[in-house]
């Protein structure tokens, strides 16, 4: 748009239309304490958002943007092809990123610019992983490489992702973003003035919440804690029990099926283990929301933390102990393969997909029951009586709520943990997750684009939290391969045979630092923001100084010469 001509539609973009239609919804407050039209047992209080009283107490069953078919067709055609480019360091999924952001928003879009960053920097461990699958393995300097590799090329990945981050919230003018959040619709308690507002809304004394986190949600944590522990430790004990038994038989008794029976416990375990997750997943959200948070940001904080431990904790501890304390690494290939392939894989994609359509169709069969009541008597037909636009906003009300990327994020963690931490006993792990990712992309578009409603856009300048949880992550996986090649390489210990047990273990402690020394070292080779970014940054500040300081000088010199004006003329009324 130059000189204000141009096409206004495309000044601003679908999502940010969206955006401001939603702001000015959610501050239509109300002038004085109301009841609302229709609901005499509901009240209004001055300065509360109208709609957001709605939505809190159900007068107001559903609120969603509709899907703009056009848009979708445009968008649908980039899914799953990928524009991947390494140019000038720069890399993305260049035309397809473009219009996610300008239909579903920042933060979908960043999600599918970190899956699609996260795919290309699977490539090379995976074609290393490839080829050290063909190596033999009793070969103990190809495992020390290989983990090694693993583990700086999770870092190069990690700071990577923050330069490019950086780069799209730059370019989407979220850098160094702070918006002021409105409380939850969903927060309660009594109401008060704001100090910060000045406007009544309620409020929630923070030693209740804590005493609802010490007395209910962490002791009802460690007790799934406890119970997701007991499973595991049955899983070890039938495991024993079954290959016990196979190694009992006899040459002539052993039949080809029994080789699979070894795999029949982990994959059980394996889907016990993702049905569990997603049970602590419901529960998380119900104690989270009864914790009653006053901001979505601290809601969504507490969130991953209960996740993130208890996720953590039900799927890494397994292979912990089966490489540390068992340190059988067959089973410990057999896990990881369950979870990689038959989990992650298969599982998990048919059920992110199969699990809204039923859930569509569920909802499409019982309002289409409603609704054809209404014209039991009538002459018309639901179809005959609405127009394509009705159909549409019908049609979308039986759409499950899309909830945001957390489960999408939470996948590529248990992922990201399941490739670095262990996958030098299963080179294969980066392919797998290769391959995972490959189908994961068109999957979430495809479910975004059919099976959900279409979410509000959210301004977002990073992955939040999760770059947090990826880097903790990574520092673990130094700990975790360090001593795996302490422990398991043939090599080491023959390069290192001249050593006591003590000394050795020295060398190892000494080798971590190592490691850790250079993952510190190439975080600060690259730096988190690009030079050119910090110094359009730092213009934009310098140059919003001097505006400050030339509107200073002027009102400065405005007020001088009102007091000269002012000296003349009271010299002037002396002299009369």
Known sequence: MEDGKGDIDSFLTMAEQQRIILHELENVRAGSAEQITGFT????????????????????????????RDALKKIKHHYGWYDITIRAGKLGMTSALGSIREYFGDSIAMYFAFINCYLVFLIPPAISGVLSYFLPWERSEVFTAFALFNVIWSTVFLE???????????????IGMETFEEPRAAYHGPMHTSAITGRV??????????????????????????????????????????????????????????HLFKYVPSLVYTLVVSSFNAMYRRLADVLTEWENHRLQSTFENHLVVKLLLFDSINCFLSFLYVAFYKQDFELLRRLLFCVLVVQ????????????????????????????????????????????????????????????????????????FGYVFLFAAFFPLASFCALLNNLVEIRTDAFKIC???????????????????????????????????????????????????ETQYVLVFVAFEHIVLGIKILISYIIPDVPRWIQNNLEKVQYESKQALKR????????????FDTFGTFSKELNTL
């Open 201 to 258: 809304e309620p409020h929630y004394p923070k030693w209740q919440r804590s005493l609802k986190k010490y007395l209910v949600t962490y002791p009802i944590t460690a007790i799934c804690l406890v119970a997701a522990i007991s499973i595991m430790m049955f899983y070890f004990y039938v495991d024993g029990s079954l290959k016990a038994y196979l190694e009992s038989l006899s040459a002539d008794r052993l039949r080809w099926y029994h």
């Open 450 to 500: 059919n099976l959900f409603q279409r979410p509000f856009a959210q301004p977002v300048a990073s992955i939040g939290v999760w770059q947090t949880a990826f880097e903790l992550l990574g520092i673990f996986s130094v700990l975790t391969n360090t001593a795996l090649v302490a422990f398991s390489s043939k090599w080491t210990r023959e390069v290192l045979a001249p050593l006591n």
């Open 41 to 68: 047992k509901e009240k209004v209080i001055a300065g509360e958002s109208i709609f957001r009283r709605c939505i809190k107490h159900r007068i107001i069953a559903q609120s969603y943007p509709l899907h703009d």
């Open 551 to 562: 509107e200073r000088t002027e009102i400065h010199m405005l007020r001088s010469r009102s």
């Open 160 to 174: 990577f992702w923050k330069r490019r981050a950086n780069e799209l919230a730059y370019g989407w003018g979220t």
């Open 344 to 415: 992650q894989l298969c599982v998990d994609q048919i059920r992110d997909l199969s699990m809204p359509y039923f859930m569509f169709k569920a909802k499409e069969q019982l309002f289409l029951k409603k609704y054809n009541k209404q014209y039991r008597h009538s002459a018309q037909t639901p179809k005959s009586s609405t127009n394509p636009l009705d159909e549409q906003i019908l049609r979308e009300s039986c759409c499950p709520k899309f909830r945001g990327t957390f489960d999408e994020y939470l996948k590529l963690f248990l992922q």
